[in-house]
């Protein structure tokens, strides 16, 4: 009992040095992109998001038009180019009292729901939608309530739908759930706790089916078929890595380590230059890494009393900056952006020759010419 409060105290310490130390670093940097590769430094464009914050995935309709975003209370909004302004363009859940607002949204967000990853079907314009607590939705060109589609999958609930993608030949859906254990608002306990509960899915248009490709995941996130449909890939944020599920080819249905990533991975996009945009929410670093090889001292770290998701923000707040890479369809690196201001990047969209950034956190979506 002694040596577990002791044990308690020492990381508790740990941690709020952590948060002491970091404090100063980045404060004063620039809201820059940098774009190591060629030495520049530009300028994100900033398009400002009133009354929510955190435009995690971004989508373009069949005509172009968008991006769409979901935003932490619940909403899907389009921007609206000519109008310069966003309109809210759908919701997940039918229960919207108190949804909007200034609030913490993270209270209230198992009820308003979370639209995380978002794709439209290229045939029907319907938007399909991951939403952390509601699982996977679709919503028609004109928007509005969306209907669920699977909530479940071998009787165990979708607790933290993530990432998406669709065939666009059949509709059919490749999905993740994070974790079968906790919920977005957990999700720093999924990465300390070394939690392997997430499952990789794929729901089947014509059957209605969904099956699970995979499971015993950590933290599955982002996912993304290759151009021919080969292959697809996925981010294991605890991990740090991508891998490589293969769908056709003699390799069919192995699995196979793409990249191993100096951040955590979030959302994952094909180029249209070729390749995957691998957005990650912090660099992992090395008091992360070493407390994440000890899953102990991660189930200890979730059993403390505070409150570890907001003392982890609080600590990425000021530590380490948003990073996102263009991986070849072989996992090399062709391009790097990192965001020195410290704004966690979700995702990357590329759309001619622009490139938009989600993040969890932003009140805004940047967007950088290329
Ligand atoms: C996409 O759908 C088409 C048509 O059913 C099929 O031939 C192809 O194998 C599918 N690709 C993937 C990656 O599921
Ligand atoms: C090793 C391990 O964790 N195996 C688990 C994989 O997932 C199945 C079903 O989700 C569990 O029953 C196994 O225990």
Known sequence: MTSKLFFTLAVTVLLYALIAVNHITLFFEKSV?????????????????????????MAFDLLGEGPYA??????IIRWQENEQRWISFAITSLLRKG???????????????????????????????????MGLLKVGPEGGLATSIVTHARG?????????????????????????????RNYISIILTGDKTGRLMKYEQE?????VILNNLSFPNGVALSNDGSFLVFAETTKCRILRYWLKTSKAETLETFAQLPGFPDNIKRSPRGGFWVAMHSRRDKILAWILSFPRLGNALVR?????????????????S????????????????????????????????????GSIGMPFVGMYRI
């Open 70 to 75: 979901g935003v932490s209370d619940g909403r």
């Open 156 to 184: 165990t609930p979708l607790l933290f739908t993530n990432g998406l993608d669709i065939n666009q030949s059949d509709g059919s859906i490749y999905f993740t759930d994070s974790s079968s254990l906790y919920q977005r």
């Open 99 to 133: 949804c909007e607002g200034q609030h913490d949204h993270q209270l209230t967000e198992h009820i308003c729901g979370r639209p995380l990853g978002i794709c439209f079907n290229e045939v029907t314009n319907e938007l399909y939608i991951a939403d952390a607590y």
């Open 304 to 320: 403390l009393p505070i409150d570890v998701t907001k003392a982890y923000l609080v600590l990425s707040k000021y530590r380490g």
């Open 207 to 211: 059957s209605k089916q969904v099956r």
């Open 33 to 57: 992109i940098q774009k190591p590769s060629s030495g520049k430094h530009r300028q994100l464009e900033v398009v400002p998001i009133m009354g929510a914050v955190g435009p995690e995935s």
């Open 322 to 357: 948003g990073l996102a890479m263009r991986l070849s369809e072989d996992g090399e690196i062709l391009e790097t952006i990192e965001d020195k201001n410290g704004n966690k990047i979700s995702e990357v969209h590329e759309k001619d020759g622009n490139l938009w950034i």
